[in-house]
C-alpha cells in the first residue's frame, strides 16, 4: 500500500515512480492470457508503464475490450495482492463511492505476484470535497460486518504489517492490534523504551474517552491520504490503495493531517454519519497510529509528534 511522508503537493496516484514491467518477455504471460480470456478482449492495443509507487511494477493494458490497470511484484507472492484486492471488492460491493473493481490476483511463472483491476483515467483534481465526505460516510453506514472489528486477512499499512484479527471490543481491537503492535515496532526498532512505556499506559487508560458512544464495525479504508484520493474524468471522488479493516467510522480520518480534509467534507460526512460525543478528545488518538507507523516507516522526524499526542492523553486522563 502507499503510505507515504506527508508531502506538500503529493504527486497524483497511480502516476509517481515509474518502471517497465518484467512480464512483457515472458513466454508464458497469465496476466495477458486472462485479458484475453475472461477479460472478454480479442487482442491487446497497447501495453504502458504508470506509477505504482516504490513497490511495485505497473501497467496500463489497452485492449479492444476495455482498459485494465495492473500491479506486479518480482519477490512478493499472491498475499499482498490478495489482501488489497478483497480491500478493493468490499468496497466496491457496497456501491457508494468509486474504487478501482478487482479482477483477478495470481502467482507469476518467475516469481512474484500480480493483480489486475479496472482501469480508472483520473481528472485533473481530487473531486468535490462535499461529495467524498457524503460518499466517505454512505460507505461506512453501508459496510458492516457481524464478525466485530478486523478483517478476513492480514494486510499492511504502508509496507508495515496491519494486524486483523478479528475482536468483539474496539477498545481492545484498536489498544491492542494498531497503537500496542506500532509502540512495540518501535521499542523493536529503535529500543524507544520512553514511547513504549508511556503509550502502554495510553493503552491501559483509553476507555473514558470512548464514554457514551456507539461504536460498531464500519468498512475502511484505513489508509485515506492525499496521495489515495482522486477523483475519475466525470469529477466524481475515486479512492484507491487501501488498508481495509472494520473499525469504528472515526478511525478513517487519522490521516487526515496528511489528506487535507476541509469543512464541507465534514459538513456532509456528519449529515450521513452523525458526529458522536467526544469527538474531538478522540481525534488524535486515531492520528497517534500513523504518527508511530510514519515513525517505524520513516524515522525520528515523526517521534515528537506521536509523543507529544501520548504525553498530553496521559496529562487529560491523569493516567
Known amino acids: ?33 486472462w485479458i484475453l480470456s475472461e477479460g472478454k478482449a ?39 495482492f490478495e489482501a488489497e484486492a478483497l480491500g478493493l471488492g468490499a468496497m466496491y460491493e457496497t456501491g457508494t463511492i468509486r474504487v478501482p473493481k478487482p479482477y483477478k490476483v495470481g502467482p507469476l511463472p518467475t516469481g512474484g505476484s500480480f493483480v489486475i483491476m479496472e482501469f480508472i483515467e483520473f481528472g485533473g483534481s481530487r473531486g468535490d470535497q462535499s461529495v467524498l465526505g457524503r460518499k466517505l ?17 492480514e494486510n499492511t499499512i504502508g509496507s508495515t504489517p496491519q494486524i486483523n484479527t478479528w475482536s468483539s471490543d474496539w477498545i481492545q481491537f484498536y489498544g ?17 523504551r520512553t514511547i ?16 457514551n458512544v456507539v461504536i460498531e464495525p464500519c468498512l475502511l479504508h484505513g489508509d485515506l491520504w492525499s496521495g489515495n484520493i482522486s477523483s475519475d474524468k466525470n469529477g466524481e ?14 478511525a478513517e480520518f487519522g490521516m487526515s493531517w496528511c489528506a487535507g480534509f476541509g469543512g464541507s467534507f465534514y459538513n456532509s460526512y456528519f449529515e ?19 504518527y508511530l507507523n510514519h515513525y517505524n516507516l520513516f524515522g525520528s ?14 496529562a487529560y486522563l491523569k493516567a
Request: glycine share 8%; proline share 9%; aromatic share 12%.
Open 137 to 153: 460516510a454512505e460507505m461506512h453506514k453501508s459496510g458492516k460486518s457481524s464478525k466485530g472489528y478486523g478483517f478476513d486477512v
Open 301 to 314: 522526524g515523526y517521534r515528537s509528534s506521536a509523543m507529544s499526542i501520548i504525553d498530553d492523553y496521559l
Open 42 to 80: 480479442s487482442k491487446i492495443t497497447k501495453i504502458s508503464p504508470v506509477g505504482g509507487g516504490c513497490i511495485n511494477f505497473a501497467n496500463r493494458y489497452d485492449t479492444d475490450a476495455a482498459s485494465f490497470f495492473v500491479k506486479s511484484n518480482r519477490s512478493i507472492g499472491p498475499s499482498m
Open 196 to 211: 513504549f512505556e508511556k503509550g502502554q499506559r495510553l493503552v491501559e487508560n483509553i476507555a473514558p474517552l470512548f464514554e
Open 1 to 33: 500500500m502507499s503510505t507515504s511522508p506527508c508531502f506538500s503537493s503529493p504527486p497524483p496516484p497511480s502516476f509517481t515512480k515509474t518502471k517497465p514491467s518484467p512480464m512483457c518477455s515472458m513466454s508464458k504471460d497469465p496476466v495477458r492470457e
Open 176 to 192: 491492542e492490534h494498531r497503537l500496542g503492535y506500532q509502540l512495540q515496532l518501535a521499542l523493536d526498532q529503535y529500543s524507544d
Open 237 to 250: 471522488p475515486v479512492i484507491l490503495d487501501p488498508a481495509c479493516y472494520y473499525g469504528h467510522s472515526e
Open 272 to 290: 450521513v454519519i452523525p458526529k458522536q460525543p467526544g469527538f474531538e478528545k478522540r481525534r488524535d488518538l486515531y492520528m497517534l497510529y500513523h
